[in-house]
C-alpha cells in the first residue's frame, strides 16, 4: 500500500517562528501535494510539485514556501509563522497526470500559532 | 466561477439504514469527479473516481453516481455501519490548461447505533 507520512501529527508554534512540515512517500510518485483543510472550506491547495526541485503554487502561496530535494520528500516551510496559518495540512502524492492520478493523503498535521 | 457544492451538511442515520449524499458542481468543462472519504483527525481515502463518460461506479457499499448533463453527482452509502462516520467529500477537476482540482467542503456523516 501507498504510505505517505507526515511527520508531525499535532505542532504548537508562537508567532513568528519558523516551521517546517515535512512529507514523505513511499511509492516513487511523481507528483507531491501541500494542502490546507479549514472548518467548512474545501482543501485549497498551497503549492504542488511534478518532479524533484520543480514546484508550482497553488491557491493560496502566500506566507509559504515549499522544498522537494528529493523525489519522496516534500518539505512546506512557513517563514515567519501566523496565527491566521492555525490550520490542518494535508500532504498529498500522485503518480501520472497532476490531475487524473489519484492522490493519495496523508493523515495531516494540525498547526496552532499561538 | 468553478464552484462545488455538497449537501447536506451534516446528516444522522441509524445503523443499517442507506442514506445519498448528494454533490452538485458548476465546474466547465470537467475531467473527473472524485469521492473521498475522510475519518476525523485523518487524511481523507479516495472511494471512486469517475470521468464524464462514466455514470455509476461501486465500491463495496459505495456507489457513486454522475449525470454530466445536470452536473450533479450523488454518493449512496448500503447498510451503513459505524464505521461509515466520517466527512465525504467531492471532487471535480476543471479541464483546461491548469486542470484545477476544485474541493467541496464535505458533508458530514453520523451513524449511529
Known amino acids: 500500500d501507498v504510505k505517505v507520512t507526515q511527520s508531525s501529527r499535532y505542532l504548537v508554534k508562537r508567532t513568528g517562528e519558523k516551521v517546517f512540515l515535512e512529507c514523505v512517500q513511499d511509492?516513487?510518485?511523481?507528483?507531491m501535494f501541500w494542502y490546507r483543510q479549514d472548518p467548512g472550506l474545501g482543501l485549497r491547495l498551497i503549492y504542488f510539485s511534478y518532479d524533484v526541485k520543480m514546484k508550482e503554487k497553488g491557491d493560496i502561496p502566500e506566507g509559504y514556501s515549499v522544498s522537494r530535494e528529493k523525489k519522496e520528500r516534500f518539505s512546506l516551510i512557513l517563514e515567519s509563522a501566523s496565527t491566521n496559518q492555525t490550520s490542518m495540512y494535508l500532504c498529498?502524492?500522485?503518480?501520472?497526470?497532476?490531475?487524473?492520478?489519484?492522490?493519495?493523503f496523508g493523515e495531516g498535521s494540525r498547526l496552532t500559532v499561538l | 466561477k468553478n464552484q462545488v457544492e455538497q449537501s447536506p451538511q451534516s446528516l444522522i442515520i441509524l445503523e443499517g439504514k442507506n442514506c445519498t449524499l448528494q454533490c452538485n458542481y458548476t465546474v466547465s468543462p470537467f475531467s473527473n469527479l472524485r469521492w473521498y472519504k475522510q475519518d476525523t483527525g485523518r487524511g481523507p481515502v479516495s472511494l471512486t473516481i469517475m470521468t464524464f463518460s462514466e455514470n455509476t461506479k461501486s465500491n463495496g457499499r459505495y456507489t457513486a453516481t454522475l449525470d454530466a448533463d445536470t452536473k450533479q453527482s450523488s454518493l449512496h452509502i448500503t447498510a451503513s455501519q459505524l464505521s461509515d462516520s466520517a466527512s465525504y467529500i467531492c471532487v471535480v477537476t476543471k479541464m483546461d490548461s491548469s486542470y484545477k482540482l476544485i474541493f467541496g467542503s464535505g458533508t458530514r456523516l453520523l451513524v449511529r447505533p
Open positions: 511509492m516513487d510518485h511523481e507528483n
Open positions: 498529498a502524492s500522485s503518480f501520472g497526470g497532476v490531475s487524473t492520478g489519484e492522490l493519495f
